[in-house]
């Protein structure tokens, strides 16, 4: 069974950076890709990027500037950093995995990240 | 980026009434589109993907259709397990885009 997991601080001062990991068990992030999404107060959901089977990136135009996912294939985790937060980056940040980068089958639990002073 | 417009923002259904969500993308998407629901307090789960095709182990009431730029799933037959927040994701261009969600709750 595929089983993903976020871990990381839930709370994260404003210009700081975030940084998470997926921790992933039952299949191999050398297949697949594994990406980073997150939802806001309110409902509103927001691809962040993702990580493909080969190891190339693609991040969401609106974050590139501030974003990197990375991977550790020898402990077949993944991660996100974000830099430079605000109050704006507030949210549950979940990863997952997909066939084609669109279609999550698979979802980590998510984790809440409170960007405050 | 396109954008992907959901409709409507909520809807109230009752027990074993068949119900519709529509997603209308700002250009074609060709049917690179799935469909996830999410209850509260848990993970998004992919009920559909390229627009019609039901992800394993989902119900057969739920059934997703739709071409070009308009596309649409159904619950054939409300159940109480179908309450949730319903969104449609669209995988043609980058960015995959999320409509907005669709609240579904039971009359």
């Known amino acids: 069974e595929v089983q993903l997991q976020e871990s990381g601080p839930g709370l994260v001062k404003p210009s700081q950076s975030l940084s998470l990991t997926c921790s992933v068990t039952g299949y191999s992030i050398t297949s697949n890709y594994w990406g980073w999404i997150r939802k806001f107060p309110g409902n509103k959901m927001e691809w962040i990027g993702h990580?493909?089977?080969?190891?190339?990136?693609s991040y969401n135009p609106s974050l590139k500037s501030r974003i990197s996912i990375t991977r550790d294939t020898s402990k077949n985790q993944f991660f996100l950093q974000l830099n430079s937060v605000t109050t704006e980056d507030t949210a549950t940040y979940y990863c997952?995995?997909?066939?084609?980068?669109?279609?999550?089958?698979?979802w980590g639990q998510g984790t809440l990240v409170t960007v405050s002073s | 980026d396109i954008q992907m417009t959901q409709s409507p923002p909520s809807l109230s259904a009752s027990l074993g009434e068949t119900v519709s969500i529509e997603c209308r993308a700002s250009?074609?998407?060709?049917?690179?589109l799935a469909w996830y629901q999410q209850k509260s307090g848990k993970s998004p789960q992919l009920l559909i993907y390229?627009?019609?095709s039901l992800q394993d182990g989902v119900p057969s009431r739920f059934s997703g259709s739709g071409s070009g730029t308009q596309y649409s799933l159904k619950i054939s037959g409300m159940q109480p397990e179908d309450e949730g927040v319903y969104y449609c994701l669209q995988g043609s261009k980058y960015p995959p885009t999320f409509g907005s969600g669709t609240k579904l709750e039971i009359k």
């Open positions: 250009e074609d998407i060709y049917s690179n």
């Open positions: 390229y627009a019609s």
């Open positions: 990580i493909s089977y080969s190891g190339s990136t």
């Open positions: 997952a995995s997909a066939k084609r980068y669109w279609d999550f089958a698979y």
